[in-house]
């Protein structure tokens, strides 16, 4: 893929090399393993895993469950702040290579992905817009179908 930034790449360097589409690799595994890849790439962040409900570290990670039956949909947000004080150069890559992945890997169709970039050719990704994008991807979305969401930016 495109140069993106540290923390998506390893991500996806992660997911790509233990096919995590068929379940192989637990929440806690991917999260060593890119610590052990962000390393290599000479960072010393470590990735973290934050969430609403209790999850289980230990249980296969899917971006797919095995249990969903409806459609695939997708909020992807990239600001590179161009032109802005700690501006980035690599959100709207991690916004593309997260589609690619998305859609090579589990079969998520562009046309079921709220993008949000601030590269003119995207909605903008204001507040007001990102809030309207998890209202609508709410609105949208029933029992049975996947949502995912990222983010790259500040």
């Known amino acids: 893929g495109r140069a993106g930034g540290a923390c998506t790449s390893a991500l996806l360097q992660v997911l790509y090399n233990n096919g995590v589409a068929a379940g192989e690799l637990s929440w806690v ?27 289980d570290v230990n249980t296969p990670m899917a971006i797919v469950p095995p249990t969903a039956t409806g459609r695939k949909r997708a909020v992807l947000i990239g600001i590179n702040y161009t032109g802005q004080q700690g501006q980035l ?10 589609i690619k992945f998305l859609t090579k890997v589990h079969g998520f169709n562009e ?15 204001t507040k007001k817009n990102i809030e309207d994008a998890f209202t609508r991807i709410t609105q949208y979305s029933q029992a049975g179908d996947v949502v995912f969401v990222h983010y790259s930016g500040h």
């Open 111 to 125: 046309t079921e992905m709220l993008i949000l970039m601030d590269d003119g050719q995207h909605h903008s990704p």
């Open 89 to 98: 150069s690599g959100c709207h890559n991690d916004v593309k290579n997260i």
């Open 29 to 55: 595994q991917c999260l060593r393993q890119m610590r052990t890849a962000l390393n290599g790439m000479g960072f010393d962040q470590v990735p973290q895993l934050t969430s609403s409900r209790l999850i």
